[in-house]
C-alpha cells in the first residue's frame, strides 16, 4: 500500500502563488502515477493533474497554463505549483498514487488533504 501526506496549503490572494507538496512512502515501486484531486465546499471531488512515473503529465483544461506538477523521485515526493490562482481554486487539495496492485491499476490511501484559500 502506498501512503501520502500533503503540505503547503494556505490563504492567498488572487494572482498569487502556493506550491503544494505530497510526500509518498510505502510500496513506491508499485506506483504508476500520482495525481492531485480538489474538493470545493458543496462540490464533488475533482481531477486536477497527474504526473506518471515515467514523467508524463496531464492537466484539466481549468488548471492548463497555470498549475504545474512535477517530481523528485529521491524524495519520493510530487509538487504542485500553482500559479494566478483564482478564488474558484479554493478547496481542499487532495494528493493520492494510482498503483499497481493484482486486480490492476488502482488507487492507493487518501491523504488528509491541504486547504488552499484564494482571496479575491
Known amino acids: 500500500q502506498v501512503q501520502v501526506v500533503e503540505s503547503g496549503g494556505g490563504l492567498v490572494q488572487a494572482g498569487g502563488s502556493l506550491r503544494l507538496s505530497c510526500a509518498a512512502s510505502g510500496s513506491i515501486e508499485s506506483i504508476k502515477a500520482m495525481v492531485w484531486y480538489r474538493q470545493a465546499p458543496g462540490k464533488q471531488r475533482e481531477l486536477v493533474c497527474g504526473?506518471?512515473?515515467?514523467?508524463?503529465?496531464n492537466y484539466m483544461d481549468f488548471v492548463k497554463g497555470r498549475f504545474a506538477i512535477s517530481r523528485d523521485n529521491a524524495k519520493n515526493t510530487v509538487y504542485l505549483q500553482m500559479n494566478a490562482l483564482k478564488p474558484e481554486d479554493t478547496a481542499v487539495y487532495y494528493c493520492?498514487?494510482?498503483?499497481?496492485?493484482?486486480?490492476?491499476?488502482?488507487?492507493?490511501?487518501w491523504g488528509q488533504g491541504t486547504q488552499v484559500t484564494v482571496s479575491s
Open positions: 493520492t498514487a494510482i498503483i499497481e496492485t493484482s486486480h490492476g491499476p488502482d488507487f492507493g490511501s
Open positions: 504526473i506518471t512515473s515515467e514523467g508524463s503529465t
